[in-house]
C-alpha cells in the first residue's frame, strides 16, 4: 500500500512539473491573465498579467492518478477516489466559469457572489446526497480528541455538511492571495489524509490515491507559483481545492477535523467575515489593516512588521502542518 502511495505522489509531482513547462507559455499566449484587485497592497499591481487558472496543473495531476493506479479498484467496485474526484471537479468548473468571466471582462469579478454560492450549494448537497445514499459516510458525527460519535437526524446532518464544505470551498479561495499561500498552507492538510490512509489501512487506499496524487500535484504546481509567482492557480484550481478537502473529511467520515486541520482556512475567513461586519456596524471602521488576514500582516498590521510573502507562506505553511499533526492525534483512533 505504501509503494503505491508513493508510486501516485512521484507520479503526480512529475506531470505536474512537465506539464508547467507547456501549459504555462500557452496561458500567456492565449492571455489567460489575472487582474489584481485595485483596492489591495500597491505594490501588488506588479504581478497584473501573471497567467491564471494553474490549478489545472494539479488537477490533471490528481485525475491522472484516480484514472491509473486507482482503476484496479474501479474493477473491484471501488469508486470513493472516483466520487470525490468528481465532486472536486464540478467546484473547479465553477471556479474555471468565475476565471472566465475575469479574463473576458478583464477585471477581478467574476460570477456573481450569489450565482457562486448557489452552484456550490448544490454541488454539496448533491454529494452527500450521493455518497450517504451508496453507503459512504454516516449521519453521525465523530468528535475528534474525545472518542464519541455525536448522533444527529439526517436533515441535520446535511443541513451541516452544506454549511461546512461550501465554508470549507470558500475559505480556501480566500486563502489564496499570496504567491503559494493556499498552495503551502494545504501541503499539510493532504499529507494529513495520506497518513491517515498508512494508518487505517487497505480499505482506505482508493481515498489515499487521490490525497497522494493531489499532494504531488500541489509540489508540482508550488515549482511555478512560489514567489515569485510564474503562475497563479485562479479559482479553477482554489475551488477545486477546497472541494478535495471538504470531499476528503466526509469520505474519512471525520468533518469535524475541519476545525483544526483547516485552522489557517478558518482565520483567512473569520478576518473577512469579522472585517466586513464590524465596518458595516462602525460605518466605516476597521479592525485589520486589510482581509484577509494574510494582507493584514502584509500590510504591518498590529505591530508594523511588514511581513514578506515568503515570511507569511513560511509562517501559515508552519502552522497548517502543527495543527495536521494535533488532528491526526485527535482522530487516529477513529477506525482502529
Partial sequence: MIIKLITAFVLAFLFATAFGKFYIPWLEKEKARQEIRKEGPTWHQSKSGTPTMGGVMFILAAALVCLTLGFPSMLHGRFAHIFVLGFALVFGAIGFLDDW??????QNLGLSAKSKFLLQLTAALVFILLMRRLGYIRTDLFIPFSGKVLHIPEWLYFVFAAFVIVGTVNAVNLTDGLDGLA???SLPVVLFFV???????????????????????????LVYNFNPAKVFMGDTGSLFLGGAVAALAFAFDIPLVLVTLGIIYIVEALSD??????????HGKRIFK???FHHHLEMGGWTGKKWKE???????????????????????????
Avoid at 273 to 282: A, D, E, M, N, R
Avoid at 321 to 333: D, E, N, P, R
Fill in 290 to 292: 486589510m482581509a484577509p
Fill in 101 to 106: 468571466e475575469k479574463i473576458r471582462k478583464k
Fill in 183 to 185: 498552495s503551502g498552507t
Fill in 310 to 336: 515568503k515570511e507569511i507562506f513560511v509562517l501559515f505553511t508552519g502552522i497548517s502542518l502543527v495543527f495536521a499533526i494535533i488532528s491526526f492525534i485527535g482522530v487516529y483512533q477513529r477506525f482502529l
Fill in 273 to 282: 467575515i469579522i472585517q466586513v461586519g464590524y465596518f458595516k456596524l462602525s
Fill in 195 to 221: 497518513v491517515l490512509t498508512v494508518a487505517w489501512g487497505q480499505n482506505y487506499l482508493e481515498l489515499g490515491l487521490f490525497a497522494s496524487g493531489l499532494l504531488g500535484g500541489l509540489i508540482g504546481f
